[in-house]
């Protein structure tokens, strides 16, 4: 009797336990997907091109799923480059095979080729974006990632009666290909951009382009969710809605505690969740970005970008020309921070670590190469254009990607050797000694332990000139603990982390002539790149990966390559 009462203990138990995955696995979906990467005939700016697409659609598709969905996107290369995709932001637990970066964790899709990108969303909800991460293509290759919460959850806020995304962009008139090349060739900085969109398109203060203009219908009263993602290829941007203020609830697919601005500074590869509530008088108000600029005496594009935010019924005539909102100066750094010192994230179970078993400081800035003056040494003084981490200005490998030498144990390909502090001490943000500005180039890897609690120190340095570097991690997200301005100083600035409440991020911005630092638990193996997402310090050396090795067990183990990963 009481051993059947045992059985029938233990079966009650399997059946709950059965019961509990199965409705587990019924609220999560699985969404399959077709990309095909293709040209399109574009027109903006009174001129027509030729630009690369996913599904002849610029911005690409949106995708909306829930946390927790599982995504098989088969990406089709129909043009005449190779491609990766990136889903930027996507933790990627140990399928690093599907993060994207070409020669990192693939080889690229070459023209005619296919490549299916499968992974879940794991405890992520917000706003992420898709990218391609090869050339310079995500200038026009990219597209919204929206997650919702799982669908017996809902948002911490009220529920938003719409939901927007607004994707800032760049635009040359000339192809960006060709603008890479030259920059490439020169070792000068490339030709800066045209225009900035909104969309997809520039706006109303550009020449053509008053039929495009984007515009958004709201109702008097409703809150709407704007899903701000900065898709440029090489600018921090303010955006502003005139005569609106902003609440902003979530960054980098992560909730943060709310608060109001009428302004936000947003770096390339971010994301801003922020809700506006339509209580003006009915009419039509510019939403509008502009450049955050900060490379002494560096060229930028000046211009604005505007969308419409037009109320719902309006009088024939009512406030026919939109109110334009009041954008800071392009220098405006005290703007800036203020803005991201409101930032605070939810605490929630996953606490910063305070124990530290790595602990890296990083340099981050530009260099130069000295070279025989001539046409491929236009840069100052007879140079070329370098950046680096830490001195060493990376150089991605050709025959295979990082993550395939790493699985097959493939020699040659890469080091491990990259340094965890400044190779050479130095007053970072003052009078750098010129025999400190030109890097050393080599593919260096950094090893670290799975569950290793990890801090790194990013700083700024003066070469060449201070400047904000937006720092983007793949494979994670982050605790944002500090930053400031100036040399970091362990003595006096560790005291001041903030340890409660971090906002959580996956990129980074390292204030102009100042420091950052972050904090996280490397608990997803696989190779993983770091670097800075302005794509002209990007193909300059501006980057570095980390190896994490497996723990123990298959949820601790990064899984097999797919049958379809594509050679090189």
């Given amino acids: 009797m009481h051993k059947r009462s045992e059985m029938e203990t233990c079966l009650s138990y399997l059946i709950v336990v059965i019961l509990s995955l199965l409705s587990c696995f019924a609220n999560a979906e699985f969404h399959n997907y077709e990309f095909i990467v293709q040209e399109k005939s574009v027109t903006r700016l009174c001129r027509t091109k030729n630009i690369i697409t996913v599904n002849g659609q610029f911005p690409g598709p949106t995708l909306t799923v829930r946390n927790g969905d599982t995504l098989s996107i088969t990406v089709v290369n129909r043009a005449r480059?190779?491609?990766?995709?990136?889903?930027?932001?996507?933790?990627?637990?140990?399928?690093?095979?599907?993060?994207?970066?070409?020669?990192?964790?693939?080889?690229?899709?070459?023209?005619?080729?296919?490549?299916t990108y499968?992974?879940?969303?794991?405890?992520?909800?917000?706003?992420?974006?898709?990218?391609?991460?090869?050339?310079?293509?995500?200038?026009?290759?990219?597209?919204?990632?929206v997650i919702?919460?799982?669908?017996?959850?809902?948002?911490?806020?009220?529920?938003?009666?719409?939901?927007?995304?607004?994707?800032?962009?760049?635009?040359?008139?000339?192809?960006?290909?060709?603008?890479?090349?030259?920059?490439?060739?020169?070792?000068?900085?490339?030709?800066?951009?045209?225009?900035?969109?909104?969309?997809?398109?520039?706006?109303?203060?550009?020449?053509?382009?008053?039929?495009?203009?984007?515009?958004?219908?709201?109702?008097?009263?409703?809150?709407?969710?704007?899903?701000?993602?900065?898709?440029?290829?090489?600018?921090?941007?303010?955006?502003?809605?005139?005569?609106?203020?902003?609440?902003?609830?979530?960054?980098?697919?992560?909730?943060?505690?709310?608060?109001?601005?009428?302004?936000?500074?947003?770096?390339?590869?971010?994301?801003?969740?922020?809700?506006?509530?339509?209580?003006?008088?009915?009419?039509?108000?510019?939403?509008?970005?502009?450049?955050?600029?900060?490379?002494?005496?560096?060229?930028?594009?000046?211009?604005?970008?505007?969308?419409?935010?037009?109320?719902?019924n309006l009088n024939s005539g009512a406030n026919s020309r939109p109110s334009l909102p009041q954008l800071p100066a392009f220098n405006d750094t005290s703007t800036a921070t203020a803005f991201v010192t409101q930032l605070r994230g939810i605490p929630n179970n996953n606490r910063v670590p305070n124990q530290i078993d790595e602990s890296l400081f990083f340099t981050v800035g530009l260099g130069l190469v000295n070279c025989t003056p001539g046409p491929r040494c236009q840069g100052p003084n007879n140079t070329r254009f370098a950046a680096s981490m830490n001195n060493v200005s990376f150089v991605l490998?050709?025959?295979?990607?990082?993550?395939?030498?790493?699985?097959?144990?493939?020699?040659?390909?890469?080091?491990?050797?990259?340094?965890?502090?400044?190779?050479?001490?130095f007053?970072?943000?003052?009078?750098?000694?010129?025999?400190?500005?030109?890097?050393?180039?080599?593919?260096?890897?950094?090893?670290?332990?799975?569950?290793?609690?990890?801090?790194?120190?990013?700083?700024?340095?003066?070469?060449?000139?201070?400047?904000?570097?937006p720092i983007h991690l793949h494979g994670y997200h982050f605790w944002v603990v500090g930053q400031g301005f100036g040399n970091f100083n362990a003595q006096t600035d560790t005291a001041n982390f903030n340890l409660v409440d971090p906002p959580v991020r996956n990129t980074i911005d390292v204030p102009v002539g100042g420091w950052a630092v972050i904090r996280f638990v490397a608990d997803n193996p696989g190779v993983w790149l770091f670097h800075c997402h302005i794509d002209?310090?990007?193909?300059?050396?501006?980057?570095?990966?980390?190896?994490?090795?497996?723990?123990?067990?298959?949820?601790?183990?990064?899984?097999?390559?797919?049958?379809?990963?594509?050679?090189?």
């Avoid at 607004?166 to 490339?190: H, S």
């Avoid at 509530?277 to 505007?306: E, H, I, K, L």
């Avoid at 990607?401 to 190779?423: K, R, W």
């Avoid at 990013?458 to 201070?466: E, G, P, R, V």
Wanted: a positive charge; glycine letters at 8%; one cysteine or more.
């Fill in 81 to 115: 480059y190779n491609v990766t995709i990136h889903w930027h932001g996507v933790r990627q637990m140990r399928t690093p095979w599907a993060d994207g970066p070409e020669y990192v964790t693939q080889c690229p899709i070459r023209p005619g080729g296919t490549y």
């Fill in 118 to 145: 499968r992974f879940t969303i794991e405890n992520q909800e917000g706003t992420l974006w898709w990218h391609a991460h090869s050339k310079w293509l995500r200038a026009t290759v990219y597209g919204a990632l």
């Fill in 148 to 312: 919702l919460p799982k669908q017996d959850s809902e948002f911490p806020f009220s529920h938003p009666k719409k939901d927007i995304p607004v994707i800032l962009g760049e635009w040359w008139k000339r192809d960006i290909i060709a603008v890479q090349r030259q920059a490439q060739f020169t070792g000068a900085a490339p030709n800066i951009s045209d225009a900035y969109t909104i969309n997809g398109q520039p706006g109303d203060l550009y020449r053509c382009s008053r039929q495009g203009t984007v515009k958004f219908l709201v109702n008097p009263g409703e809150k709407v969710l704007l899903r701000v993602i900065n898709a440029a290829l090489n600018q921090q941007l303010f955006f502003s809605v005139a005569n609106h203020m902003l609440t902003v609830v979530g960054i980098d697919a992560t909730y943060n505690k709310p608060f109001t601005t009428n302004v936000i500074m947003i770096g390339p590869g971010q994301t801003t969740n922020v809700i506006l509530t339509a209580n003006r008088s009915p009419g039509r108000y510019y939403m509008a970005a502009r450049a955050y600029a900060t490379v002494r005496n560096g060229q930028f594009d000046n211009t604005t970008t505007t969308a419409i935010l037009e109320y719902t």
């Fill in 397 to 425: 490998p050709r025959r295979t990607s990082l993550l395939q030498a790493y699985y097959q144990n493939i020699p040659g390909i890469y080091t491990l050797d990259f340094p965890p502090v400044p190779p050479v001490q």
């Fill in 427 to 469: 007053d970072y943000t003052g009078n750098v000694s010129r025999g400190l500005w030109q890097p050393r180039f080599g593919t260096k890897l950094y090893k670290l332990k799975f569950g290793a609690n990890v801090q790194i120190v990013l700083q700024d340095t003066a070469i060449f000139s201070t400047e904000d570097h």
């Fill in 536 to 568: 002209s310090h990007l193909a300059w050396g501006l980057s570095m990966s980390f190896i994490v090795e497996n723990g123990i067990g298959e949820k601790q183990t990064m899984e097999p390559p797919p049958p379809d990963l594509p050679q090189c």
